[in-house]
Each structure stands twice: as C-alpha cells, then as structure tokens.
C-alpha cells in the first residue's frame, strides 16, 4: 500500500531561522517527490520537486532532500519568513502502468513567527 | 504556467440532491484530476479526467457517484451526486503540465451537505 506520512502535524520557527519539514513513504513507484504549499481558502501551490534519481533540488530559498535508503523527504527553507506560514504537503508522484497518479501526505502546518 | 478556476467556490447542499462543479484552465493540459479533501485529511485522488473517454477512477469512487466529463482540453466538471453529509469536503480539481512534473490546483469548492 502506498503511504505518504508528515509525522509533524505543526511546526512554528522564528523568522530567520530554517524549517525543516520531514516526510516519510513507504513504497516508492514513482519518479518524483514534490512539495505543495496550501494557504486558506486557496488551493495548493508547488514549490520545487526532485526526482527519484537525485538527492538534492535547490530553489532560492528551498531546498529538497531525498533519503532513498530510508525513504524520507525534507523540504529545508532557508530563511524562513513570516509569509512561509502554510500547510505543506508533501507528494510522491509520476507515471505507472500508462497513467498519472499523485499520492499526498497529510500535511504539516508551518508557523513562522516575527 | 497555468491558471485554474473553480466555480461554484462553496455550497450548501440538501441531501439528496446533486452539485456539478466546473474546472477551466486558461491553457491546453494533457491531463486534469479530481481531488477530494476531507476536514483535516489529506487530497485524495478521485479520478483522472480523460478528454473524449470516461474517467479512470481510483478505488473507493464510481462513477455512478462522481459522475465526471472533460469535452476538451482546458474543461473539466465533477458531479458529486446522490449527497449525504459525508461528501462535505473541499473538491479541487489540478491540470498536469509536466514541466518539473507538477500539477496546478485550482482554488478549489467548499461543499457543506446538510
């Protein structure tokens, strides 16, 4: 079965400072990990993604690391600001058996405070 | 890029009756899906919308339920049908674009089934 878990469902840093936002899946059939972020009433944004063969994607201020052997995910964002705040998903995703499919975690809600 | 809109942007429904929710994408996308999201829960993936042939659904949603059309390739429409309070959920619709495997989400639809 496939799973996608954000064991942290809040996190709150001080502005400046790193998140770090940790994700674990247990199987992995697809090319891609992704990260979305949700603000209210808004439907999710992607951030940056990274795919199966690396272990490193950088994007300004975010930066996405991939531990094939334990099969986890972090999304570090560096530094953190107050408009950061957001639910963050992460997501596994890509093509298997000719067809599309994403699967999301449960989100983490980031507070960064001024 | 692209830019989705969801119309309506919430309801409230009876039981018992049916809401069609309408997704447009301001550019051609080789794919669109529909995602439920539970109060407090993660995006679920209804079903891929396929232009000019019938859904391909995940497990757990049918199409006698979650009725969907794609008649090209920028329009997509959800019907949540049949509605009991447990279909009270956030419904968003995404467009695939591929650039760094990503899907856009549009806004999404608030839906309250008393």
């Known amino acids: 079965d496939q799973q996608v878990k954000q064991n942290s469902p809040s996190l709150s840093v001080q502005e400046g400072r790193i998140s770090i936002l940790n994700c674990d899946y247990t199987?992995?059939?697809?090319?891609?990990f992704l990260w979305y972020k949700k603000y209210p009433a808004e439907g999710p944004t992607f951030l940056i993604s990274i795919s199966s063969i690396k272990d490193k994607n950088e994007d300004g201020r975010f930066t996405v690391f991939l531990n094939k052997s334990a099969k986890h995910l972090s999304l570090h964002i560096v530094p953190s600001q107050p408009g950061d705040s957001a639910v963050y998903f992460c997501a596994e995703g890509g093509s298997t058996s000719g067809t599309y499919k994403y699967i999301f975690g449960t989100g983490t809600r980031l507070k960064v405070l001024a | 890029s692209a830019v989705i809109s969801q119309k309506p942007s919430r309801d409230i429904c009876q039981r018992g009756t049916s809401l069609t929710i309408q997704c447009q994408v301001d550019?051609?996308?080789?794919?669109m899906f529909w995602y439920r999201q539970q109060p407090g829960q993660s995006l679920t993936l209804i079903a891929t919308a396929n232009q000019g042939s019938e859904a391909t659904y995940e497990s757990g949603f049918v199409i006698d339920k979650f009725p969907i059309s794609r008649p090209n390739l920028t329009f997509s429409t959800l019907t949540v049908s049949n509605m009991s309070p447990e279909d009270s959920s956030i419904y968003l619709c995404?467009?695939?674009?591929?650039?760094?495997?990503?899907?856009?989400f549009g806004p999404g639809t608030r839906l309250t089934v008393l």
């Open positions: 199987n992995s059939m697809f090319d891609y």
């Open positions: 995404s467009g695939y674009l591929g650039k760094y495997n990503e899907q856009f």
């Open positions: 550019s051609q996308v080789t794919m």
